[in-house]
């Protein structure tokens, strides 16, 4: 099996882009034939003629087409791992553990994501999805290296706590439920009518939004809710940005309860363990994550 000189595959790649062998060999600093050389002993390796030399300009043949394809994409894999390689290192951790509630997981968060992808991409990021009771108990066992929870109301002397902000909530029904029609919507009218209420898998809940109804569902997930709320199992508080598309869409209609002058919006704070070290990448995520809301 033939050993691909990469230096050849970049001469390659080159006369392509330049238009010629001449030109490539001024952008690489070589003599034009060094790269015609090269080229002849690529197709030499590959069995394979890369270029038609019958006119002018050199022009890929059908085989050249379809084999520069992979020589880019050869070139595009080593770049990365030089860059993967200087970014370690450098001190960039191979692993950022990232726990947090479904609930939060917002277009912004994705574009927040996007941009560690491209500043960090030696450092494989693991995202997890777990209730706040759980992710708390993941950042003491080191079971994770950052959470993003909704605010406890107690402080706890084994973690940091950063307060980010806060997220509105709108109250939502199924566009069908009983409460779509009703003139007002007051406490008086919620109580028969099934709610929907976030729970952890430890069966512990958050006081996130106050129990209204004498009938309460619990679920572990906020996406879970959304979709037993759309098929008309009962109404909830949800994330407005886990909501606002179901309602233009029809999907869900929103409440507008009387005794709601403002949407709930349950504080939001992120968590680490006290006394870790924490390198560049973890550092950058947890304070972007600061911007989130």
Request: proline share 5%; hydrophobic share 40%; glycine share 6%.
């Amino acid at each position: 099996m033939p050993s691909y000189n990469l230096e050849h595959l970049k001469m390659f790649t080159e006369c392509v882009k330049a238009g010629s062998f001449s030109a490539a060999a001024r952008k690489l600093g070589k003599v034009q034939s060094a790269v015609s050389q090269g080229i002849a002993n690529l197709e030499i390796d590959l069995g394979a003629e890369l270029f038609d030399r019958s006119s002018r300009k050199p022009v890929l043949t059908p085989e050249g087409t379809r084999l520069l394809y992979y020589a880019q994409a050869v070139l595009q894999q080593v770049n990365e791992l030089e860059i993967a390689a200087r970014k370690i290192e450098q001190g960039d951790e191979l692993q950022v553990r990232l726990a947090l509630e479904d609930g939060l997981l917002s277009p912004r968060l994705s574009d927040i994501l996007n941009c560690f992808a491209k500043l960090f991409p030696a450092t494989r990021l693991e995202i997890i999805s777990a209730s706040t009771s759980a992710i708390i108990q993941m950042i003491k066992r080191d079971k994770a290296d950052l959470g993003m929870t909704f605010c406890d109301q107690e402080l706890d002397a084994e973690i940091n706590q950063c307060f980010i902000g806060n997220l509105p909530f709108y109250a939502v029904c199924s566009p069908e439920h009983p409460l779509r029609e009703a003139t007002e919507i007051t406490l008086h009218n919620l109580f028969p009518h099934r709610q929907i209420v976030l729970h952890g898998q430890e069966r512990t809940r958050l006081d996130l939004v106050p129990e209204f109804s004498t009938h309460i569902i619990y679920a572990d997930s906020f996406l879970a809710i959304r979709e037993m709320v759309r098929s008309g199992i009962g109404w909830s508080y949800l994330p407005k940005h886990l909501v606002e598309e179901e309602i233009q869409a029809g999907r869900l209609y929103k409440l507008t309860p009387s005794f709601d002058s403002k949407p709930w919006s349950p504080p939001v704070e992120t968590v680490l363990a006290k006394d870790r070290s924490i390198g560049p990448a973890l550092n950058w995520l947890a304070n972007a994550l600061k911007g989130l809301l």
